[in-house]
């Protein structure tokens, strides 16, 4: 897909905590209207890569780019407002608002720089109207007016890929998004993700579940112990005798 260009660009990332080297020298692209799966074991530094990428940690060494403009090293938001939304392993509600103004909040923060400043955007009309069409892309839109602290976890996923989408992205991160999930609402969110990608959104996504990030997604990168150990299509790192050796384990791949 890499005639469609780069929407994100990494090159020789590292992120060191004292001795430990959570990723190590990593490097990687995601083309436009690509999904791209970050896999490997526990530990392997995948979260690391998403905090770099997001501003959630400074980068021991390398360089990040969105399309042309470097971002490494810019705090979070400068990274949201440039386009990048993500979602966290934990979901973390704002537990005292609706589900609706969670969304709002995203909203405000594209034009603010602190979740403060964002919150007077609750009284604006046409706010609310954009947070609904994100509510309503997600299938929750029947919950707007209720409390998110009381949303099932499939519903609190589904709230917080709209509060992601609420910063307009052009690239949007997914940490998890099926963890914790029935079969039934991991298919809706495989095809919730599909949508998003088929309006022109670029997905990086970290999963667990081996058969959904071999069915999403267009190419896969897996990383062991903070290294890039393969890349390529699912087929190819499927039959990957390092890939089998260090995260699906022997036979692994016949039922991946």
């Known amino acids: 897909m890499a005639e469609k260009g780069m929407i994100l660009r990494v090159e020789g990332m590292s ?29 392997a530094g995948k979260t690391t890569c998403f905090n770099v990428i997001s501003g959630v940690y400074r ?19 400068a990274i949201a407002s440039r386009g990048v939304g993500r979602t966290f392993q934990i979901v973390r509600p704002f537990a005292g608002m609706t589900v609706l103004n969670n969304v709002m909040v995203g909203l405000g923060m594209q034009r ?5 400043k964002s919150c007077p955007v609750f009284g604006d009309s046409q706010d609310r109207e954009e947070a609904m ?5 997600v299938g929750i839109e029947g ?22 989408l609420a910063l ?8 998890e998004s099926f963890s914790g999930l029935s079969e ?8 919730l993700v599909r949508n998003i990608r088929e309006r022109g959104f670029s997905v990086l996504l970290i999963e667990h579940n081996m058969r959904v990030a071999m069915s ?41």
Do not use: W
Request: glycine share 10%; with cysteine.
């Open 59 to 77: 980068p021991t060494a390398g360089k990040i780019f969105l399309e042309e403009e470097r971002i490494d090293g810019l705090p979070a938001h």
């Open 168 to 175: 307009r992205p052009r690239l949007l991160l997914l940490d």
């Open 15 to 43: 992120r060191y905590f004292g001795g430990l080297k959570a990723v190590d020298d990593v490097s990687f692209h995601v083309s436009r209207g690509e999904i791209l799966g970050l896999i490997g074991p526990n530990g």
């Open 112 to 116: 603010y720089s602190s979740f403060l």
């Open 184 to 191: 039934e609402e991991i298919q809706q969110m495989m095809e």
């Open 143 to 164: 919950l707007a007016d209720g409390s998110s602290s009381v949303l099932s976890l499939g519903n609190l996923r589904r709230l917080e890929i709209a509060r992601a």
């Open 216 to 256: 999403l997604c267009h190419r896969l990168v897996v990383l062991d112990h903070g290294k890039k150990l393969a890349e390529g299509s699912p087929g190819e790192i499927r039959t990957d005798e390092r890939v089998i050796e260090a995260y699906l384990g022997r036979g692994a791949s016949a039922h991946a």
């Open 133 to 137: 069409a994100f509510l309503r892309e």
